[in-house]
């Protein structure tokens, strides 16, 4: 399983978000009606971009043609929904939470080492889907500086957060729970 972890400003976040449905990548996100899946557009980023939190996932042409699987689970009268993680032709899964008292975004990003078709057929993650991620994943590191958080933990942190804001540090500890 390959995955990434940072924490960026709300325009690295739109910019990473609208750059990806630009690449004719199509992203699903954890709105679910009941009857059908949601996909981001132009219009959509920006809600996505003000919940709290969100799960997608990330589907292009050239390496899956098939949608994302749901799962709905319930409890009393809540519902909440979560993509079948190893179902399908493969998808590159990203999740993010927005901080609670900073402008600044956890933005995670992967995939399995393998997927499950409707055949029932193991599949390893197909080399579009790979490249895809990677180039991703380069692209978000270049603005950004790992750093140790924690004794063990390490996540990409943007350098305009760790430019403007002294107390960036503490700020992602209580956001990960070290403190």
Request: glycine share 6%; net charge positive; aromatic share 12%.
């Amino acid at each position: 399983m390959a995955s990434s972890e940072f924490v960026i400003t709300k325009e690295q976040y739109e910019i990473t978000l609208r750059t990806l449905i630009n690449s004719g990548s199509r992203i699903s996100y954890d709105v679910f009606d009941g009857t059908k899946i949601r996909y981001l557009n132009a219009d959509s980023v920006a809600e996505v971009i003000g919940r709290r939190g969100a799960a997608m996932a990330l589907k292009h042409p050239s390496f899956a043609t098939d949608e994302p699987e749901v799962v709905i689970y319930k409890n009393g009268d809540t519902n909440w929904y979560q993509f079948k993680e190893l179902h399908g032709d493969g998808h590159i899964k990203i999740n993010s939470r927005k901080f609670t008292e900073d402008p600044y975004f956890y933005f995670a990003i992967g995939y399995t080492s393998f997927f499950v078709t409707k055949n029932g057929t193991h599949i390893q993650p197909p080399k579009n889907l790979i490249e895809i991620y990677k180039t991703a994943v380069r692209s978000i590191k270049s603005l950004c500086r790992r750093e140790l958080i924690g004794s063990v933990k390490s996540v990409y942190v943007s350098k305009a957060i760790l430019d403007s804001d002294p107390r960036w540090l503490s700020a992602v500890r209580i956001h990960f729970g070290i403190i």
